[in-house]
């Protein structure tokens, strides 16, 4: 294996070390590799921007607009959102600082406007309709296609049921909400069962790392 | 004499043991077969019955950090695309995973012999991607102008005729965040696009629902998913390997909570008992 290929892995293998050895205690070189994450995702993250959207988005066409060579209607309509960015900016001058809430309306105004309805739509009425669609007859296909039925609008209902505090947990309700309990305990524990098999797929992930693409070529080149 | 206590186990050991159930099954034979689930097999059918040439997008959202579950997806996937000579369209919504997304439809471009621009295309990363997703629905070259390699959409031979996502024949999102939410939100709610999605275990628990509404047609659930995909394809790689080492860590990892259970219980009843 190329050395330059080999020594970049080491350096893979070292920082993979540096992590774990938090897992004895809390120390230097731990705290250096964290530092160091934090920083090169910081970085790499402002590059990637200054590429790819303020390159692209803004001073292209900024220029080409300047230089009077504007490609179609949009670019010339790029002084809108670079005005709107530059007034976020009056914030650090108290006298003008309120020209600051314009472009921060017109973020909270549009965001609102796209996602209330679309998050209801997607979120609650496309999942309303899954949990009634069931009951109807030519969705019936045997006596395990009622159970799920039943079961799903019972975990619904109860769950929801745990949630509602604006009547006392006795009788009916009570009974509803203990049961809500128990789907909503289900529910955590299906989640708690695939995060440890998502967290061993990433201890596998450096395990097999560290084995078959450092050791391995490692020892296969010394020796 | 003092006794061992199994409550007062230094956690370090723990730690080793769990190493040690991830090292030792890497040395053994992975499994022959991965029992495949519904969910699983709609994508990889679906995806298998386009014709040549039409178009798969694939929003690949995740980091180094995430790579040892999703990576095995998105390889998986793309081999077959191209083994069906599909084109790729390939976005990056989340930027510190721009770079490793590129050599991964790189590498598996180069097993097939693919060309950039005319087998597949990589757009890259942009900021926000609710707006990105809800650009694109309308426009490609509105959200990406040019492609990650800076070069003009409109230059590209695989993006001619090519607008939004009607020109697409599904979306699969290879996503380890909850960025799915994005795509189910703004992207299929708005647009009524076939969608599915491979989500890191993690996440995956929380997108069940959407598989009984329609709004997906399939979900990838972390590495079992990923190693279902492959025994699919018949080609088992790394998740396929994976599953040994999630068996016999899982075993463990049980154990471990019966026997802090138990320990736990007879400690109480002896406390009480002294009392």
Known sequence: ????????????????????????KDNMIYKFAEHLVVGISMGYWCVILYQTSFLSKMWGPLTRTLAGHPEGMPDRLVFVPIALGLLLFTRFFPKISWLARIPMAFILGVGSGVAIPLGIQAS???????????????????????????????????GLAYFF??????????????????????GFGASFGYTVMSRISLLYGRVNYLVFEWAGPLVRGLF | MARFNILELDRRFIFLMIFLSVLTPLFLPAPKTVKVSPEVKKVYDRIEALPAGCIVMLACEYDPSMSAEMSPVNMVVLRQCFRKNLRVLTTCLMSN????????????????????GVDYVYLGY???????????????????????????????????GV????????????????????????????????????????????YYNYLDSGQLFGLIGGLRGAAEYEQLA??????????????????????????????????????????
């Not at chain 1, 009425?125 to 799903?152: D, E, K, R, Y």
């Open chain 1, 165 to 186: 505090f604006s009547a006392k947990h006795t009788g009916i309700l009570g009974g509803m909400s203990k049961i809500g309990i128990w789907v909503l305990m289900i």
């Open chain 2, 163 to 206: 607008k939004n996502y009607q020109d697409v024949s599904l979306v699969l999102a290879i996503t380890s965040t909850s960025g799915i939410d994005y795509w189910i939100t703004y992207g299929q709610g708005r647009y009524r696009f076939p969608l599915a999605a491979a989500a890191s275990a993690v996440m995956a628990p929380n």
């Open chain 2, 97 to 116: 995973g721009v770079s490793l997304v590129e050599s991964e439809i790189n590498l598996v471009a180069a097993e097939y012999d693919k060309k950039n």
């Open chain 1, 1 to 24: 294996m190329d050395p330059v290929e080999m020594l970049l892995r080491t350096l893979a293998v070292f920082f993979t070390m540096a992590i774990f050895s938090f897992l004895w």
């Open chain 2, 234 to 275: 018949k080609k088992p790689a790394a998740a396929t390997k994976g599953m040994l080492v999630q068996s016999v860590s899982h075993l463990l990892i049980v154990g471990l909570i019966v026997l802090g259970n138990v320990s736990f219980f007879v400690a109480r009843r002896r406390r009480r008992g002294q009392e």
């Open chain 2, 126 to 160: 942009k900021p926000y991607p609710a707006a990105i997703i809800l650009a694109m629905g309308e426009d490609f070259r509105l959200a990406f102008p040019s492609d990650f390699y800076n070069t003009r959409l409109d230059d590209i031979p695989m993006m001619k």
């Open chain 1, 124 to 158: 609650v009425i496309q999942q309303i309709h899954p949990t009634m669609a069931a009951f109807q007859p030519a969705t019936w296909t045997g006596v395990g296609s009622w159970f799920n039925a039943i079961l799903v609008l019972m975990g619904v209902v109860c």
